[in-house]
């Protein structure tokens, strides 16, 4: 049988009120330190939980919040959302809070349940977190219940007076295009995934404006590539760009997709006898990566540390501030991080020699 608040109050001969308020730690509620103390011991002893809608009820905090998404395929969306909830409780245990956790195969099942939290007052937030597809419609809602949320993603267009956060990337691969052209390229090309998420299109859009800015021109449209994360594709639209003449090939690699692109760009340089490299060097290239991530031969430039959890871990404390303890800052938080040095293996001092392929197939 559960224990409820007045078998603590009964057990201290004490008023429930008094004893509701200790616990709830409401401000207008006096008690001496020893009264306290004992509250706070026998509901303990007692293993006195109130439960969130008691809490709601009487002092309109739950002390709780809710993440809840969709449950999307694939091994790395399960591992990424893992992260994210360790991420999420350690920050809210810091402010002794406690994360509630719920998932669902459909959207519709999502919808229901943050109906079914804002209409119980179970939690005091939820955190809202995957494509903005479906983040958008289920802001939207909560919205219209008036239950507060903060939401990854892209909505300062559409929703500019939602909490919301995500990575600068339009000035990430200003940053990128940046860095080539100031060792020298003018010829570059960009490889981005051919998804229609917000963030795809904002890591092309800042390609392109930052080549319009520094250049003067749009990037040539042959030189702007939408590819999935795989090998064999990658490869073949890498190996097309350095079959150009020497003229018209480009140099400089902006990448704005995943690990395969970095591999599948030194594989093609190989090929012809080439690496990547930050100094006096025939190619570069500047961009986005996953961990885990390593160059097999030359030097770049990378954006690492970019996953969800980070991003969670950097800014979920402003993010609180801004909904549970209701603040005044930013709404719309955008993160910048910093464009550093790639890790590599660098096989090239361990032995490890090119064969090269001329343009007409032959080898050396």
């Known amino acids: 049988m559960r224990t409820t608040l007045k078998d603590v109050a009964k057990r201290l001969d004490l008023s429930p009120s008094l004893v509701s308020g200790v616990l709830n730690d409401r401000p207008?509620?006096?008690?001496?330190?020893?009264?306290?103390?004992?509250?706070?011991?026998?509901?303990?002893?007692?293993?006195?939980?109130?439960?969130?809608?008691?809490?709601?009820?009487?002092?309109?905090?739950?002390?709780?919040?809710?993440?809840v998404y969709r449950r999307l395929e694939g091994a790395d969306y399960r591992l990424a959302y893992s992260?994210?909830?360790?991420?999420?409780?350690?920050?809210?245990?810091?402010?002794?809070?406690?994360?509630?956790?719920?998932?669902?195969?459909?959207?519709?099942?999502?919808?229901?349940?943050?109906?079914?939290?804002?209409?119980?007052?179970?939690?005091?937030?939820?955190i809202l977190w995957g494509r903005e597809a479906d983040t958008e419609v289920q802001g939207e809602l909560l919205e219209r219940l008036k239950m507060p949320f903060f939401v990854k993603g892209r909505h300062e267009k559409t929703h500019p007076d939602w909490p919301q956060i995500d990575f600068d990337h339009e000035w990430m691969m200003k940053q990128a295009v940046d860095s080539l052209l100031d060792l020298g390229h003018r010829k570059l090309a960009y490889i981005g995934f051919p998804h229609n998420e917000a963030f795809v299109h904002s890591l092309k859009r800042g390609f392109c404006s930052a080549h319009k800015e520094r250049l003067g021109i749009d990037p040539h449209p042959?030189?702007?590539?939408?590819?999935?994360?795989?090998?064999?594709?990658?490869?073949?639209?890498?190996?097309?760009?350095?079959?150009?003449?020497?003229?018209?090939?480009?140099?400089?690699?902006?990448?704005?997709?995943?690990?395969a692109a970095w591999h599948a760009l030194e594989t093609g340089l190989a090929h012809v006898g080439c690496n990547l490299g930050l100094e006096d060097s025939a190619y570069a290239a500047a961009g986005i990566a996953s961990v885990p991530f390593t160059l097999m031969f030359g030097n770049a430039r990378v954006y690492q540390g970019i996953e969800i959890d980070s991003l969670a871990r950097i800014a979920l404390p402003d993010l609180l501030e801004a909904v549970v303890g209701e603040s005044h800052m930013d709404r719309v938080l955008r993160f910048r991080p910093a464009l550093t040095k790639a890790p590599t293996l660098d096989l090239l001092k361990h032995g490890v020699q090119f064969v090269t392929e001329s343009l007409d197939g032959g080898t050396s």
């Not at 590539?225 to 079959?243: G, H, R, V, Y």
Request: net charge negative.
């Open 28 to 67: 207008n509620v006096w008690a001496s330190e020893e009264t306290r103390a004992r509250v706070i011991e026998a509901a303990r002893d007692l293993n006195y939980h109130a439960s969130a809608a008691a809490r709601a009820l009487s002092g309109g905090k739950t002390n709780t919040v809710a993440f």
């Open 83 to 126: 992260g994210l909830v360790d991420v999420f409780s350690a920050q809210l245990q810091e402010r002794g809070l406690s994360l509630m956790v719920s998932n669902f195969a459909t959207e519709e099942e999502v919808l229901s349940q943050l109906q079914r939290l804002a209409s119980s007052h179970g939690c005091d937030a939820v």
């Open 222 to 259: 042959r030189f702007l590539a939408e590819i999935e994360d795989a090998p064999i594709s990658n490869e073949k639209k890498i190996q097309e760009w350095l079959s150009y003449s020497e003229t018209d090939r480009p140099t400089g690699f902006v990448i704005g997709s995943g690990n």
